[in-house]
């Protein structure tokens, strides 16, 4: 038996590089998942900004992510330093935010969400090049809305059209 539907597209890697990280987040679980799709998404690497201790134990990171892609703990926003040319996104709810389906990506940017009950802060916001935010009724967790942020991507440079 043959199958006669359409050629699959190969994978083929978007141009440039991002990252995903979080503000101020407590949860080892959540920055486990965030790392695990970090790195099923093809992230160049990871990152915290504040996050607490417990947190950094990223318990849920079964794919050993941290084996594969450099993470970064910053302590606070002073230390935060990226590639030059890298734009920093941050992914927050807010009324001057650009819906993430009409978004376009940077080639290089990295993604920064907010704590688990909380925001990004105000001083994270002034540092980004952009703010974005996933068009919803409310708050999801954050590793769910970091996996949304990386599919959108990933989705949007590939060559599979878009449904209407």
């Known amino acids: 038996m043959s199958f006669d539907g359409p050629t699959p597209i190969p994978f083929q890697p978007p141009r440039g590089y991002f990252a ?49 892609l450099p993470h970064y703990n910053w302590r606070s926003l002073d230390e935060l330093a990226f590639p030059q040319g890298c734009e920093l996104v941050g992914v927050e709810l807010t009324d001057a935010s650009v819906e993430l389906p009409s978004f376009r990506h940077p080639p290089r940017a990295a993604y920064v969400l907010g704590p688990e009950r909380g925001s990004l802060s105000p001083e994270l916001i002034a540092r980004c090049d952009h703010v974005v ?26 060559r599979t059209p878009r449904l209407p």
């Open 133 to 158: 935010r996933i068009p919803m009724r409310f708050c999801v967790n954050v590793a769910i809305a970091a996996a949304i942020v990386m599919y959108d991507r990933v989705q949007s440079a590939s």
């Open 20 to 68: 995903v990280g979080a503000e101020r987040t407590s949860k080892a679980m959540n920055l486990g998942n965030i790392m695990r799709s970090a790195h099923a998404f093809g992230a160049s690497f990871t990152f915290t900004v504040g996050a607490t201790y417990q947190a950094l134990e990223a318990r849920a990171d079964t794919s050993k992510g941290q084996w594969h």
